[in-house]
């Protein structure tokens, strides 16, 4: 069993910047690919970046365009997206996964485990 619990959402700005941090527990989670997803209202949720645990490959959707930069510290189990340049529309539901491969995140597909969701609201 994995628990994933994320953190750092919150208010900013447009072309502001957060942090969202992922803390995931349990004996497994070594196994999973770790991926971050948003869900904004009225929308279907969407596949944003993933990283693999070692050797920290990444993947991102197209349209992060490189404002996002997600990470991990394997010493603290905790996985990052450092979301920057944020705009009104990045404004979502952001939830951690973890699931077998990088394919089956950004298809959204047989995932494993999900986190509970921090909210990101970015003014214009």
């Known amino acids: 069993q994995v628990q994933l619990v994320e953190s750092g959402g919150g208010l900013v700005q447009a072309g502001g910047s957060l942090r969202l941090s992922c803390a995931a527990s349990?004996?497994?989670?070594?196994?999973?690919?770790m991926g971050w997803f948003r869900q904004a209202p009225g929308k279907e949720r969407e596949f944003v970046a993933a990283?693999?645990?070692?050797?920290?490959?990444?993947y991102y959707a197209d349209f992060v365009e490189g404002r996002f930069i997600i990470s991990r510290d394997n010493a603290k189990n905790t996985v990052y997206l450092q979301v920057n340049t944020l705009k009104p529309e990045d404004t979502a539901v952001y939830y951690c996964?973890?699931?077998?491969?990088?394919?089956?995140?950004?298809?959204?597909?047989?995932?494993?485990?999900w986190g509970q969701g921090t909210q990101v609201t970015v003014s214009s």
């Open positions: 996964a973890a699931a077998a491969g990088f394919g089956q995140l950004a298809r959204k597909i047989d995932i494993a485990f």
């Open positions: 990283i693999s645990w070692s050797p920290g490959n990444t």
């Open positions: 349990g004996r497994s989670f070594g196994s999973y690919v």
